[in-house]
């Protein structure tokens, strides 16, 4: 089992900027792909972004509603997965759900499971709202 700790959110103004940590411990060594989720209520889930290390190479995608504002980053395997938040808009607001799963995902597939959202362990989530 892999347990997923998010923290970071919080409440932010239209073109403000969060960092959303997710720490993950039990049998992380075994997580190849990780990836960030957001929920509104009444509306269906979002994959925002996800990122796949497969050992020679990383690959990440991300939502086109948050490309070129959202970064997904995790440098060692033992570092914590973040999720930097820039250029924040009302649309943003979303309870944000840490992702993994013990696959290693290369670009096509990586962004076929960003849609899917099927990840196999699920962190409790974190609030994000953003204000105009």
């Known amino acids: 089992q892999v347990q997923l700790v998010e923290s970071g959110g919080g409440s932010e103004q239209a073109g403000g900027t969060l960092r959303l940590p997710c720490a993950a411990s039990?049998?992380?060594?075994?997580?190849?792909?990780m990836a960030w989720v957001r929920q509104v209520p009444g509306k269906e889930r979002e994959g925002v972004a996800a990122i796949s290390f497969s050992g020679a190479a990383t690959y990440i995608t991300y939502a086109e509603s948050v490309k070129g504002r959202f970064t997904i980053s995790k440098d060692k395997p033992e570092n914590p997965l973040y999720l930097q938040m820039n250029s924040l808009k009302p649309e943003d607001t979303a309870m944000y759900y840490c992702?993994?799963?013990?696959?290693?995902?290369?670009?096509?597939?990586?962004?076929?499971?960003?849609?899917?959202?099927?990840?196999?362990?699920w962190g409790q989530g974190t609030q994000v709202t953003v204000s105009s």
């Open positions: 992702t993994a799963h013990p696959g290693v995902f290369g670009p096509t597939a990586l962004a076929a499971m960003r849609r899917s959202n099927s990840w196999t362990f």
């Open positions: 039990g049998n992380s060594n075994s997580v190849r792909s």
